[in-house]
C-alpha cells in the first residue's frame, strides 16, 4: 500500500477575528508554517469557522483555508449558521455552502477517503446530531473509497469527551453514531467543537472480543483565539501521519511566537495491536 501522507485536522475556532486584523500577518498566526513543513495531502476544518454565520466571516475564513494552497475539506459547526430567526431556519447553510458548495463533502484519492457529516441542528445551540439517513449514506458514502485508501469521517460534535472542563454534551446516541461508523468502515473519526484536543483508540475504551480493527476517535483542539471568558484553553491542531500498520496523531500548540509539539501517540492499524507481551 503506498504512504499516504499526513493529513491534517483542525478545528478552526473564531477565525473571523482574526482575518478582521490585517496588521497580524499569517506567519505570526503559524498554520501556514505548518502547512508548508508538512505538505499535507489533505487539510480538514470540522467546524465553527466563524462566530456568528456571518456571510462575512464565513468568507475571511475561506480565504484563510483556501489561502494554505492545499485541498482543504470543511464541515460547518453550531456557530456557522445564522445566529438569529428566521434566517437560522430558512437558510441555515446557504452561507457555508456559498463558500463550500455541500455540507457534507467528500475527498478520494488512492490513499485518503474522506467523508465529512453535517452534525448541526439549527433548532439546537450546542448539541448536534447525524440522523440515521446519514448514517446509511455515509455507509455507501464510504463504499466509495479505492481499494487501500485509509476512511475518515469528518462531524463537528465530539464522539469522545473533554479532558478538562467543558459541559458541551457529545453528539446526539454517540453509542448508535460510533458504532454505526465503525461498522460501515471508518479507520479514523474527527471532531471539534470542544476546543481541546483528545484522542483514543477504540480498544482503549471498548472490551475487545479479540480481532476488532482499530478505529481511532479524535477532537481537534481549537486554532482560533478562545474567547475572552475561554482564557486558559490551548490553541492548536493535529497532524495525522498514516502508515501500513499504524497512524500517528501529534498535538501541535501555539506558544506566541512558534508550534510547541507537546503529545505524540501512535496507534495501530487494522486488527493487530503495535505489539503483545506473552501472558
Ligand atoms: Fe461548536
Redesign the pocket.
Known amino acids: 500500500m503506498p504512504t499516504a501522507k499526513p493529513p491534517m485536522a483542525s478545528a478552526l475556532r473564531q477565525l473571523e477575528s482574526r482575518c478582521q486584523r490585517p496588521s497580524a500577518s499569517r506567519s505570526s498566526w503559524g498554520a501556514p508554517v505548518l502547512i508548508e513543513r508538512f505538505q499535507p495531502e489533505l487539510v480538514i476544518a470540522s467546524?465553527?469557522l466563524s462566530h456568528r454565520g456571518r456571510e462575512d466571516q464565513l468568507a475571511n475564513a475561506s480565504r484563510f483555508l483556501h489561502g494554505l494552497a492545499r485541498p482543504v475539506l470543511a464541515v460547518p459547526?453550531?456557530?456557522d449558521i445564522p445566529h438569529t430567526f428566521p434566517a437560522r431556519f430558512t437558510r441555515a447553510f446557504r452561507g457555508f455552502e456559498r463558500q463550500w458548495q455541500t455540507s457534507e463533502p467528500t475527498y478520494s484519492s488512492p490513499t485518503l477517503h474522506v467523508i465529512g457529516l453535517n452534525s448541526v441542528r439549527p433548532w439546537r445551540h450546542q448539541s448536534g446530531g447525524i440522523r440515521n439517513n446519514q448514517l446509511a449514506q455515509a455507509r455507501e458514502r464510504l463504499r466509495d473509497a479505492q481499494p487501500a485508501a485509509f476512511q475518515i469521517v469528518v462531524l463537528?460534535h465530539h464522539l469522545i469527551g473533554a479532558p478538562w472542563r467543558s459541559r458541551k454534551k457529545p453528539v446526539a446516541r454517540r453509542n448508535h453514531v460510533l458504532a454505526s461508523l465503525v461498522a460501515a468502515g471508518a479507520d479514523l473519526i474527527l471532531a471539534?467543537?470542544i476546543h481541546q484536543a483528545a484522542v483514543s483508540e477504540r480498544h482503549e475504551f471498548e472490551i475487545s472480543r479479540g480481532g476488532e480493527r482499530g478505529v481511532v476517535v479524535s477532537v481537534a483542539p481549537g486554532l482560533g483565539q478562545p474567547r475572552p471568558k475561554r482564557q486558559g484553553e490551548a490553541r492548536g491542531l493535529h497532524v495525522y501521519e498514516i502508515e501500513e500498520t499504524w497512524l500517528r496523531v501529534q498535538t501541535y500548540v501555539w506558544m506566541d511566537t512558534d508550534w510547541g509539539l507537546t503529545a505524540e501517540r501512535q496507534f495501530p492499524r487494522g486488527r493487530q495491536p503495535l505489539a503483545s507481551e506473552p501472558a
Open positions: 467546524g465553527d459547526g453550531n456557530h463537528h471539534g467543537h
